[in-house]
């Protein structure tokens, strides 16, 4: 059983059970779930979360106090536990010693006060002390100078010596004649020429980092290349394997491919560039726009195959004062749209006289890829072969509609793309429709002709037994628009539709099960006999005959109603 709540906010269960949940107001919005809004139960999640944060800024600052007296409380206790090692009281008598500072302080002043060629001495004394210590600060001084000097002299006079040992040396002479690509790099790098050993030991620095970042430049210059060249070499192996299977992608087989380059350049094979050109123009590309106007030829038969056929809709009612026609639409497979795309772009510019090695290879790899599929990839031959088969056919580069169109001003009544969504009489007058269209087109009918010897020959087994009569006169006359000749075998029951179309009919029956008989009559002896046989039936039963002419049999007895009727159609 469902569970309901009350507006008291208790809950309803199976069983007469009440629950109700105290812990929250029924007014509290936070804990509601229903509803076609949440708007206000976030406003009050909201407005809760404003009250906790004002409360958790109270809590911090209250903790904050407490923190500060915790403090203060420790370093009172560090107080008092000094006061409790102190054992005479003259150890924080602080107000004594300062009282007695002063005493003495006020005793000087008055001595100095009594005595002023004492105090003059002291002025003087304290001068010349105060020059004591400048002359003693200014003798340490230069004596740390004349010190630095002389270490900076020793030091200086063995970086001279070394510089002169390494300048003395046979290696120093090759590298005589880069000091001066050494000195334009650094004047580059804005260092100026070196003046002390320091200076030396900074150019040296700089030269190195200069050279560093030159080397680095270069190596990312060289890695760039080689990548380009790797990757020229895979593209060249993928292109011819066989006269490459003993090369790899690699910088160190470039003596591979030079030895390579200079056999095609040694057998003059450049030569038959143009000769190559000319067969890719002359015959390749030729073949491949014969191909393609040998498919659009049979693309466009289609249409005028449609076009008759329409030819022939036209004098036909599909509803009154509506006819059908047929439109060929292009087909949005993809395969279909990629292969034609693929062969006008092979005969693209073909006429324009274009000379360029670019547009030869450009269409030498258009035509080789087409080929390649045709003739089945490695790996992909049955794929590849379906794909042929599908493509090549040019009746899958069109759909097939059917337009209804007034006949007054041919404007369009309604588009079927399927039957889908029709009434059963309009499947079956589209059904035959598209049944008369495809009889029409494969036998390549001609509309109007006198006199064509064109195969119009059809049989139809029981193709009207389910349909409403209206839709079996339709498709008659359809067929007979189309001339096609027909060989209609069907229960006795439509007879009566099929008879005006019929010219011959047959009766077929077997009252034994042993062997089947077939009698063939024309329509004008299958009528005359019938009604004989009426007025036959009328006389037995005793019963005034409604239309006069002898009694005579219609056939073999007893088999009429269950026997199928074979009717010839046409004249």
Request: glycine share 8%; with cysteine.
């Amino acid at each position: 059983m469902p569970r309901a709540v009350t507006k008291a906010g208790q809950i309803k269960g199976s069983g007469g059970r009440h629950e109700k949940d105290d812990r929250f107001r029924i007014d509290d919005r936070s804990r509601y779930v229903l509803g076609w809004s949440n708007q206000r139960k976030l406003d009050a999640l909201l407005d809760q979360a404003g009250d906790l944060t004002v409360r958790l800024s109270g809590v911090a600052a209250e903790q904050e106090r407490y923190q500060r007296a915790h403090a203060a409380a420790i370093k009172r206790g560090e107080v008092l536990a000094g006061l409790d090692q102190t054992q005479e009281f003259t150890e924080i008598d602080w107000q004594s010693a300062v009282n007695r500072a002063g005493q003495l302080r006020a005793e000087q002043r008055e001595l100095e006060g009594a005595s002023a060629e004492l105090a003059r001495l002291n002025r003087e004394l304290d001068t010349v002390k105060e020059q004591i210590t400048g002359a003693d600060g200014t003798l340490r001084a230069l004596n740390g100078q004349l010190g630095g000097l002389g270490t900076r002299q020793q030091a200086a006079e063995g970086v001279l010596r070394e510089a002169r040992e390494i300048l003395a040396e046979d290696a120093c002479e090759p590298a005589r004649a880069q000091f001066a690509a050494i000195a334009e790099m650094l004047a580059k790098a804005g260092q100026p020429e070196p003046a002390t050993a320091a200076a030396c030991d900074r150019a040296e620095t700089a030269a190195g980092t200069e050279i560093t970042a030159l080397t680095e430049k270069r190596r990312d210059r060289l890695s760039r290349l080689s990548n380009k060249i790797v990757a020229a070499m895979g593209e060249f192996r993928r292109h011819y394997p066989v006269e490459t299977a003993e090369l790899d992608d690699s910088v160190d087989s470039a003596d591979g491919y030079r030895e390579l380059h200079g056999r095609l350049t040694g057998d003059d094979l450049p030569r038959f560039r143009r000769q190559f050109k000319t067969y890719l123009n002359q015959n390749t590309i030729r073949d491949i726009a014969g191909f393609q106007s040998q498919l659009n030829k049979q693309a466009e038969l289609i249409r005028e195959r449609i076009a008759t056929i329409n030819s022939s809709l036209v004098g036909v009612d599909y509803n009154p004062g509506r006819y059908i026609r047929l439109e060929p639409l292009p087909s949005p497979h993809a395969d279909i749209r990629d292969f034609r795309a693929d062969l006008r772009a092979c005969t693209d510019d073909a006429v324009s006289g274009e000379d360029s090695d670019h547009y030869s290879e450009q269409k030498f790899l258009q035509v080789s890829q087409i080929i390649e599929r045709f003739r089945g990839r490695e790996g992909f031959t049955e794929a590849d072969r379906r794909w042929t088969r599908f493509v090549t056919d040019v009746r899958n580069w069109y759909t097939f509609a059917a337009s209804e169109r007034h006949r007054e001003d041919d404007t369009e009544y309604e588009h079927y793309a399927d039957s889908g969504g029709k009434s059963g009489g309009q499947k079956e007058k589209l059904a035959y429709t598209i049944l008369a269209a495809s009889l029409a087109y494969q036998f390549k009918l001609e509309w109007g002709a006198a006199k064509s010897r064109t195969f119009r020959f059809a049989v139809i087994d029981e193709a009207f037994g389910r349909g409403s009569d209206e839709s079996t006169r339709f498709a008659l006359e359809l067929f007979g628009k189309l001339g096609l000749q027909l060989l209609i075998v069907t229960p006795l029951q439509k007879i009566h539709v099929i008879e005006p179309y019929v010219s011959t009919v047959g009766f077929v029956d077997n009252p034994e099960g042993n062997d089947s008989r077939l009698q063939t009559l024309t329509i004008e002896e299958y009528k005359a006999r019938r009604t004989a046989h009426r007025i036959a039936q009328h006389i037995v039963a005793g019963e005034p005959s409604a239309g006069s002419g002898a009694a005579s049999s219609a056939g073999p007895s007893g088999s009429a109603s269950v026997a199928d009727l074979v009717s010839i159609v046409g004249r």
